[in-house]
């Protein structure tokens, strides 16, 4: 049930939409102790931490503040994705994470344009120095960039590993322990965008320069230098791998550790330099300086006889006034002697063989820290902003991220533990009194009542330290500068003398027996807030006057290496004041530090170290139990509840709650504080449970909110419902408005087109008819514009008419009339389609059509208006032959051998003499015709002897064919008489090439019947046809008239 619904944001960016981070509390506890049942019980807080560790949710919050449980291990929770997820969400909405909290800091500089600082406490191995990077690496991803400072984003997260190269070591207790206090801000423009940025660094702890405690190591660089720095350059800084060949790495034991690569380490710090502004000389001039630190570890002093103390090792020397770039003799001399001034003038004396080991050791520790302090220096003005970012932009904000040493409490405590728990004292302090300021400053701007809860202020313990002349650190000075034998057991003496009594302050002298069993004769206890600690009073009274002497420094002031000459500078050589002592330095950088976290807003990260092995998975009862209580973070929740365990604007109450309510559901349009009372009543909050502010609601007790939380689930699918009805609703309302408005706006369009398509028709119709009546009134004139378009238009109608209209044959005589000024071209038209029509009929003529026609023409020849059976033998088509093949006597056909019958009609012959009639087959051959009787033929006439045919003009069928007998080896010319003379006499004419030898005879024919003597036939008009012998030996045919028949 944890997070569910996801929805993608107008940024394309996936944000888990807020599901109650409350719903998650019976699975893996609470994600806000607020919401603790039992909040007082020690045993419930931790067993929520617990059980939630165990399920790898390392962050839980209470109120605001952040608790931080160390895993141990890499989780997949910090990816871009999962910045994504914390980007613009509120507080509460998601799973608790340090992302969550960058963002909220973030957003809470942005809006309220107020400076930000974000505190991270916790011992040491709890996972401060992760946290903070943690948050710059949010920033400088998730943030948008400056175009000026595109590359502040890397330097901010390179500054890292060079500061933990030279600042960070490994301890018992956490294998790369920041040994110095760091306090960072990153400055953003007012677009939200980082553009600046500046370190400040406290105490180094420097004597670990010189000193490691067993099992511990020296600062990270000089491991790393010494195995992954190339052979050429650890050449030319004189240096060999085996870190056991120098002093100063060996007192911990341990050079290698596997958990550690110094390898990468090295490849990381050589990366990260020239991006954070190193040239390379500086880079050179910086690794002399690590190396000649172990160099001079080396250097070893002889005693001479009379006591005095010289350098015993050659190389070293050499090697350290090379890479120190001071004079060697110089350098030599101000190892084992020192200047004094006494009354005005200087005298040199002598060191014995311990002050030169330990001014050795001195000059390390201060060439170490200084550089250490150049080198923050250095990073700050890579990181300055830049003039012209500076002018662009004013009113810029700030977020600060403190992390610092946390609470340490060693086997052997000594003054740098007393500076880094004093520091967590004053940071307690400040943590105390902003919570329950800003807590107390809430109830009072909302006008709520509340009573005030007890806590430990640890006030006290602060002023027991730093209170001035009575505090600890007041006598620790005083006792530095006091003329005499001050030593620091006198030291411990004094401090036995002035706050002996004091309920925080115990030492062996003043302690009952049971703490005397436990402390030494040199230590004395101080009851911190987070628990008591034992502080050996050895090496304080050096630590805090912290003096190199001035021998020392001259040389340093000298010295050609530029890094050395910026931290040691003549000024302070020739400045007789005693500089400020460590204490006091380190107190007034701290009382700074306060001023500058006490103008910002604060949010807190609390870091839990879960166990001391650096293990994943454990979780060490008492080791937590511990950190609880000196982090004081029941009290922090007790404070949190004193009042109300919860409290939510009410516009953000109102909107996750309101479905409860029917009043408030779906919206609430009345005053806000009317909506949450409405609601509060409906749930029925009893008035004790909750109050109502100026514009926050209280809840009590965490119960009455899971039981509105309970509801709220229990009611989702109901809600669900309501949304889905009505989005669906609303959907299909859009969907139906839109399709709505996109048919008016088509309609409108269409109608619109429709409108001035008939207005433009209009116009053009009335121009039309306007110059049409214009044409008409004109049309007789010559065509000009005027009548053009009548004219033009009258040819155009008849022509398109004409169209319509025009003959489907040559008999078909209609035509339409055309206009006066087409007559010409009508005729002209009537003849083409005339002809075309002929011509066309004439293509689709068959064989044999064409045949008949052509027989037929040469019939219209021969007696069109000539013979009166003509018209009507036109309408009677010629047939191929009248005479069937079988009807031809075989034995004719025989004797014709190749020539072929190609016409045979049956005759009536007369006899030339005496007309008697004889039935007769007229066969027309390719070559002659030939009269049959029945088998026999009974005349043959070539066609080359055919002289003549002739015919009567009446409507009889009687032809005579004359013959050229002139050879006399003919038979004579041939009366006949045949039903279809027309056609056989046309056949005849044209087979035998005597179409122009037809004669059409008005009255009588002659012919031949033999040589000299002629015979004639007589025709004359009858009411019938007759063919009869007439007078005077004529044979006389009488024929119908036209209109006869
Ligand atoms: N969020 C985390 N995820 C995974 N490992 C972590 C986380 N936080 C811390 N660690 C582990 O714990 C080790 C110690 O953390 P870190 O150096 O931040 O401690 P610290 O509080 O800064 O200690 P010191 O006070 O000594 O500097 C880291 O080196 C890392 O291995
Ligand atoms: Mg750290």
């Not at 004359?962 to 056989?984: G, P, R, T």
């Amino acid at each position: 049930m944890r997070y569910q619904g996801r929805e993608v944001g107008a940024e394309g960016r996936v944000r888990l939409v807020m599901e109650s981070a409350l719903t998650a509390r019976d699975r893996v506890g609470v994600q806000d102790f607020v919401l603790l049942e039992n909040y007082t019980s020690e045993a419930a807080f931790i067993e929520n931490l617990r059980r939630r560790f165990r399920e790898n949710l390392i962050y839980t919050y209470i109120g605001s503040v952040l608790v931080s449980v160390n895993p141990y291990k890499e989780l997949e929770i910090y990816s871009k994705q999962h910045m994504g997820r914390y980007r613009g969400v509120s507080f509460y909405e998601i799973a608790p994470h340090i992302y969550a909290l960058s963002d909220n800091t973030y957003r809470a500089m942005r809006t309220e344009r107020k400076d930000q600082c974000i505190l991270i406490s916790g011992e040491s191995g709890a996972g401060k120095t992760e946290a903070s990077k943690k948050i710059l690496l949010y920033y400088t991803v998730t943030c948008p960039a400056n175009e000026h400072m595109a590359s502040l984003g890397d330097c901010l997260l390179q500054s890292n590993p060079v500061l933990e190269a030279f600042g960070n070591a490994k301890t018992l207790r956490n294998d790369n322990s920041s040994r110095f206090g760091k306090y960072m801000d990153v400055q953003f423009d007012f677009k939200g965008a980082p553009v600046g940025g500046h370190i400040l660094n406290y105490l180094l702890e420097k004597s670990r320069v010189v000193h490691q405690n067993h099992g511990e190591r020296n600062f990270h660089i000089f491991y790393q230098l010494l195995d992954g720095g190339e052979d050429e350059l650890l050449k030319t800084l004189d240096l060999e791998r085996n870190p056991q060949n120098y002093q100063y790495l060996v007192k911990g034991n341990c050079p290698r550790v596997s958990s550690i690569n110094d390898k990468n380490g090295w490849k990381a710090v050589r990366k990260a330099l020239p991006i954070i502004g190193f040239s390379d000389g500086e880079v050179q001039e910086l690794l002399n300086i690590v190396a000649s630190i172990l160099h001079l570890g080396n250097i070893q002093f002889g005693e001479g006889q009379d006591g005095e103390t010289h350098i015993t090792t050659e190389t070293q020397i050499r090697n350290l006034t090379k890479l120190l770039g001071v004079d060697d003799l110089t350098l030599r001399e101000a190892l084992t002697n020192k200047k004094l001034i006494a009354k005005g003038e200087e005298m040199i004396s002598p060191l014995n063989f311990e002050q030169a080991g330990s001014a050795r050791d001195a000059l390390a520790k201060a060439v170490y820290d200084r550089t250490f302090t150049w080198l923050v220096e250095k990073i700050n003005r890579s990181l300055a902003l830049k003039d012209e970012v500076y002018h662009s932009s004013k009113g810029s904000s700030v977020i600060g991220l403190l992390d610092i040493y946390g609470f340490e409490v060693l086997q052997h405590n000594s003054f740098e533990q007393f500076c880094i728990n004093y520091c967590n004292e004053k940071l307690q302090q400040l943590f105390i009194e902003l919570t329950l300021r800003s807590e107390q400053e809430e109830y009072e701007t909302e006008g709520i009542m509340w009573e005030t809860v007890k806590y430990f202020d640890n006030k006290i313990i602060c002023d027991l330290i730093e209170e001035k002349h009575k505090g600890i650190i007041s006598i620790l000075n005083e006792e530095c500068l006091r003329p005499g034998e001050a030593c620091d057991v006198s030291f411990l003496e004094k401090l036995e003398d002035s706050l002996g009594g004091h309920a925080h302050f115990v030492t062996h002298k003043l302690a009952n027996g049971k703490t005397r069993r436990v402390m030494s004769r040199e230590e004395f206890r101080l009851l911190h807030y987070a628990g008591e600690v034992n502080y050996n009073v050895s090496g304080f009274l050096d630590k805090n006057n912290d003096l190199l002497n001035r021998t020392l420094k001259e040389v340093m002031c000298q010295s050609d290496n530029q890094i050395l000459s910026n931290c040691f500078r003549r000024e302070e050589v020739i400045d007789q004041k005693r500089p400020e002592m460590a204490a006091t330095q380190f107190k007034n950088s701290l009382n700074k530090l306060m001023e500058i976290l006490m103008s910002k807003e604060p949010s807190y990260v609390r870091c839990i170290k879960p166990n001391d092995a650096k293990q994943p998975g454990r979780f060490e009862e008492v080791l937590v139990r511990h950190q609880v209580k000196y982090l004081g973070l029941m009290e922090n929740l007790r404070v949190r509840r004193a009042g109300f365990a919860y409290r939510r604007r009410y516009e953000a109450f109102l909107q996750r709650y309101k479905p409860l309510c029917p009043e408030t559901w779906p919206n609430w349009h009345g005053r806000l504080v009317d909506g949450v009372s409405m609601l509060v009543q409906h749930l029925d909050y009893k008035p004790e449970e909750y109050k109502l502010g100026r514009s926050k609601i209280f809840i009590r007790f965490p119960k009455t909110l899971f039981a509105t939380e309970d509801a709220l689930e229990a009611k989702k699918p109901e809600i669900v419902l309501t949304l889905q009805t009505a989005w669906r609703g609303y959907r299909e309302w859009a969907k139906y408005q839109h399709i709505r408005r996109a048919v008016i706006v088509i309609q409108s369009a269409w109608r619109g087109t429709k409108a001035r398509r008939r207005a433009k028709r209009r116009r053009q119709a009335a121009e039309l008819i306007r110059r049409f009546i214009k044409g008409f009134i004109h049309r007789h004139e010559d065509y000009s514009s005027e009548n053009d378009y009548f004219l033009d238009h009258v040819r155009f109608s008849f022509l398109m008419k004409l169209r319509k209209n025009l003959p489907k044959s040559v008999l078909d005589k209609g035509w339409p009339t055309p206009p006066p000024s087409l007559i010409e071209a009508s005729d002209h038209l009537r003849r083409l389609h005339m002809q075309n029509i002929v011509l066309k009929y004439c293509r689709s003529i068959l064989p044999e059509w064409k045949k008949q026609l052509e027989q037929k023409v040469v019939a219209s020849e021969i007696f069109k208006e000539q013979k009166d059976s003509y018209p009507r033998s036109v309408a009677k088509l010629f047939l191929g032959s009248r005479l069937e093949s079988e009807q031809i006597n075989l034995k004719v056909i025989q004797t014709l051998g190749n020539d072929k019958v190609q016409y045979g009609v049956l005759v009536t012959k007369y006899d030339r003499r005496g007309f008697k009639a004889r039935p007769r087959q007229l066969l027309l051959t390719g070559s002659f015709a030939i009269l049959v009787d029945k088998t026999k033929i009974k005349q043959r006439i070539d066609y080359n002897a055919l002289r003549d045919i002739s015919v009567s003009s009446l409507s009889d069928g009687m032809f005579v064919l004359h013959v050229h007998n002139e050879d006399n080896k003919q038979k004579w010319d041939a009366v006949l008489h045949c039903d279809h003379v027309i056609e056989a006499v046309t056949k005849l004419a044209m087979m035998s090439g005597r179409v122009n030898h037809v004669n059409i005879s008005q009255g009588s024919i002659r012919f031949a019947v033999s040589r000299g003597k002629e015979g004639i036939v007589d025709f004359i008009r009858g009411s019938e046809l007759k063919v009869a012998k007439g007078r005077k030996g004529h044979l006389l045919v009488t024929a119908p008239g036209l209109g006869d028949t």
